[in-house]
């Protein structure tokens, strides 16, 4: 796993940026432009979204417990 990709991946999702912003879908971050091998640029884009779903995970859980105890009372 690319740690830092996957870092930034959680730091997007907390800052509100959408899963389709991802800068390695940008036309100079794709592997016809970068000549990177497409399963190393594929492997990073997996990091990223991973990164990505689990903050955007963690945040709905989280606004879930939140609505819960101020229904509770």
Same mark, same amino acid.
């Given at each position: 796993?690319?740690?830092?990709?996957?870092?930034?991946?959680?730091?997007?999702? &907390?800052? #509100?940026? =959408?899963?389709?912003?991802? =800068?390695?879908?940008? /036309?100079?971050?794709? =592997?016809? %432009?970068?000549? +990177? /091998? &497409? %399963?190393? @640029?594929?492997?990073?884009?997996?990091?990223? *979204?991973? #990164? @990505? %779903? *689990? *903050?955007?995970?963690? %945040?709905?859980?989280?606004? +879930?417990? &939140?609505?819960?105890?101020?229904?509770?009372?």
């Amino acid at each position: 796993m690319y740690d830092s990709i996957h870092t930034a991946g959680q730091d997007a999702a &907390r800052h #509100g940026v =959408p899963l389709s912003a991802c =800068p390695l879908l940008k /036309p100079d971050n794709l =592997p016809k %432009r970068t000549g +990177e /091998p &497409r %399963r190393k @640029w594929r492997a990073k884009l997996a990091s990223w *979204e991973a #990164g @990505w %779903r *689990e *903050e955007t995970a963690a %945040r709905l859980a989280d606004l +879930e417990r &939140r609505r819960q105890l101020l229904h509770s009372d």
